[in-house]
């Protein structure tokens, strides 16, 4: 099943806490990389509202008072650290912005949002139990390696890699081979074992997280949301043959064992599944941009999976306004290089400019090419780059809310 979500307006209100009838407690796993953590930051809300479209999800998103709402009936586990997984810790709670990326310290609240915020908040709007979220997410790993899946076996040369990387030449070619290849044991698999051990430590004592949890109404795992992708869609060594069709075939077959082996690990068999795919280039994206997302789809049509795997499209989110302005930003970039690389068609190409001067020159470029109005748009609007969908939150609010519905979606059918 294959969803491109619409938004429609609604009123959410946010606190109903746990119902007099005790039901047992809807948990639901959030996982990914570095767009699974978040990175819009909560000073941008703002631009939501510019929209009619989406200016209900920031009265969702905002009390009266004008701060962050805060879900009576929602709680939320985040496992995250480094990207190489070092300093993992936990933050806990109830539901709120800020547990989107954090710092070196997983403990504190990162002014940022993920999709976690308005999927909690619409399946508070929707479920009469509480709600339980275990979200664990780094930044910069890959499901050929580090998230690889038990079943999936080893780490598989491509045979682009079988061919060069013996010859330890070119670029991005491990030096020592060797050496390239203890260390890809080492890693495979390790954020798929982190991110199973802390579900079962969040649910081996719910109540640590959810205080007011009672055992004899137990839990129900209700779905899994997974947003990830961005390093195997860059991954040319381990993805070879660009701009060929089926050239991430390999992944959509892992990505089928990620979804067995998470549904086994957690005793879940029918747990409706999630795959927001991803969405970095809006819908006019590159070709390997659209044959990637057509592998990351793929297992929602497996007849395995009728009914209980989604693939929900995350490209209509994008921000097509932020990338116009993004890309007269780059062009600003390009230009510095120009000037230090003292290129043959630009100003420096005798390398006579001083520092100062350079400076000078690429700000009037960049006066001359983006507009005052296009620079408080980008304020408003963006607080990271465009590999995390230049860190809007009009953007994860609408992701998190159309992961919500869909697995509503399915819940629903299980039911029937």
């Known amino acids: 099943m294959k969803l491109i979500p619409t938004l429609v307006a609604l009123t959410i209100i946010c606190g109903h806490a746990f119902a007099t009838e005790k039901k047992p407690l809807k948990v639901f796993i959030l996982a990914g990389q570095s767009n699974m953590e978040g990175h819009a930051k909560i000073e941008i809300f703002d631009y939501i509202g510019d929209d009619p479209v989406t200016a209900p999800l920031l009265k969702m998103m905002r009390g009266a008072d004008g701060k962050p709402t805060v879900c009576e009936g929602v709680w939320i586990s985040y496992l995250t650290g480094r990207y190489d997984g070092s300093a993992n810790g936990e933050g806990l709670g109830k539901l709120t912005a800020g547990f989107g990326a954090r710092g070196d310290n997983p403990t504190n609240d990162g002014g940022k949002i993920g999709p976690e915020f308005t999927f909690g908040l619409t399946m ?14 780094w930044g910069g790993r890959s499901l050929h390696t580090e998230f690889r899946p038990p079943s999936a076996g080893p780490y598989e ?12 030449e070119g670029h991005g ?10 260390d890809k044991v080492k890693e495979t698999g390790v954020f798929y074992r982190f991110m199973i051990e802390h579900v079962k430590r969040v649910l081996a004592d719910p109540k640590r997280v959810v205080p007011g949890y009672d055992a004899a109404q137990g839990y129900e795992l209700a779905g899994f949301v997974w947003l990830q992708g961005f390093n ?6 381990t993805y070879p043959a660009r701009g060929k069709p089926g050239r991430f075939d390999r992944y959509s077959e892992l990505l089928a064992h990620f979804i067995r082996d998470v549904r086994r690990d957690v005793g879940a068999p029918k747990m409706p599944f999630v795959i927001g795919v991803m969405g970095v280039g809006g819908p006019d994206a590159d070709v390997d941009t659209q ?21 929900v499209e995350t490209a209509p989110f994008w921000s097509e306004e932020l990338e116009a302005i993004d890309k007269k930003r780059e062009k600003v970039r ?14 420096n190409a005798d390398g006579a400019m001083t520092e100062e001067q350079k400076r000078e020159y690429v700000k009037k470029f960049e006066s001359d090419l983006i507009s005052p109005a296009e620079v408080a748009l980008w304020q408003r609007g963006a607080s990271n780059a465009g590999y995390h969908y230049f860190g809007c939150a009009k953007t994860f609010a609408l992701m998190g809310k159309a992961f919500a519905e869909a697995t509503l979606q399915m819940m629903k059918l299980q039911k029937r």
């Open 232 to 237: 195997d869609m860059v991954d040319g060594h």
């Open 157 to 168: 040369l491509s045979a682009w890699q079988k061919e060069n990387y013996p010859k330890q």
């Open 334 to 347: 390009q230009m510095r290089q120009f000037l230090d690389s003292r290129h043959k068609d630009h100003a």
């Open 124 to 137: 508070d709007a929707a479920l009469a139990e509480p709600v339980l979220i275990i979200k664990t997410a």
């Open 173 to 182: 070619i491990p030096k020592d081979f060797e050496k390239w290849k203890a």
């Open 291 to 311: 044959e990637f997302r057509k592998a990351m789809a793929a297992p929602a049509a497996l007849p395995e999976f009728a009914g209980n795997v989604t693939a």
